[in-house]
T-cell receptor, first 115, second 112 residues
Framework: DTEVTQTPKHLVMGMTNKKSLKCEQH?????MYWYKQKAKKPPELMFV???????INESVPSRFSPECPNSSLLNLHLHALQPEDSALYLC??????????????FGSGTQLSVL | QKEVEQDPGPLSVPEGAIVSLNCTYS??????FMWYRQYSRKGPELLMY????GNKEDGRFTAQVDKSSKYISLFIRDSQPSDSATYLC????????????FGKGTRLHILP
């Protein structure tokens, strides 16, 4: 099984809503990532978890809150988002954190629209 | 100068043609290089991963790295309409806290 599964595929939320994005992998990978991608732009790194601990936070606003309940699951909690946060949110995993291990496997993403 | 430069296209070629996609970079510390393919509304999919200069072949795809010129290429032989996608180059530096740098991506259209 070489899949990274993300739910939901699409999400529309208001600026006062609280929602969560979910990501799951069963490849035994120990590093998991959240990326944000705007249309016709490359993915931008948001967070990296390694062995269930947050290792990189790319100065992401606090309205985005990541959580790694276990080695297979990664959540992104959303609260009080702005319209400019509308984007494709991608989860990825890799065997381990570390340059030579970073063959990233991406999920299909959650297309988020903030109204 | 940006760290990674990639022509966004779009690039349109007829079916069966050889496609050449390229990226240049400025950071000589980059040591590993990747090509990802991304279909519309999907996540990127790793196509090729190389850790040195030279060529690496996988089916119809060949990745080429020239570290002396800071230039990488992806060649697609016998291109198919199903190859129509955005191709992102990416590279990493062992000393950069494991952060991969992506190019902007080239949109490729294979015309039947």
């Amino acid at each position: 099984d070489t899949e990274v599964t993300q739910t939901p595929k699409h999400l529309v939320m208001g600026m006062t809503n609280k929602k969560s994005l979910k990501c799951e992998q069963h490849m035994g990978h120990r590093a998991m990532y959240w990326y944000k991608q705007k249309a016709k732009k490359p993915p931008e790194l948001m967070f990296v978890y390694s062995y269930e601990k947050l290792s990189i936070n790319e100065s992401v606003p606090s309205r985005f809150s990541p959580e790694c309940p276990n080695s297979s699951l990664l959540n992104l909690h959303l609260h009080a988002l702005q319209p400019e946060d509308s984007a494709l949110y991608l989860c990825a995993s890799s065997q381990d954190k570390g340059a030579t291990n970073e063959k990233l496997f991406f999920g299909s993403g959650t297309q988020l629209s903030v109204l | 100068q940006k760290e990674v430069e990639q022509d966004p296209g779009p690039l349109s070629v007829p079916e069966g043609a050889i496609v050449s996609l390229n990226c240049t970079y400025s950071n000589s510390a980059f040591q590993y290089f990747m090509w990802y393919r991304q279909y519309s509304r999907k996540g990127p999919e790793l196509l090729m991963y190389t850790y040195s200069s030279g060529n690496k072949e996988d089916g119809r795809f060949t990745a080429q790295v020239d570290k002396s010129s800071k230039y990488i290429s992806l060649f697609i032989r016998d291109s198919q309409p199903s190859d129509s996608a955005t191709y992102l180059c990416a590279m990493g530096d062992l000393n950069r806290d494991d952060k991969i740098i992506f190019g902007k991506g080239t949109r490729l259209h294979i015309l039947p």
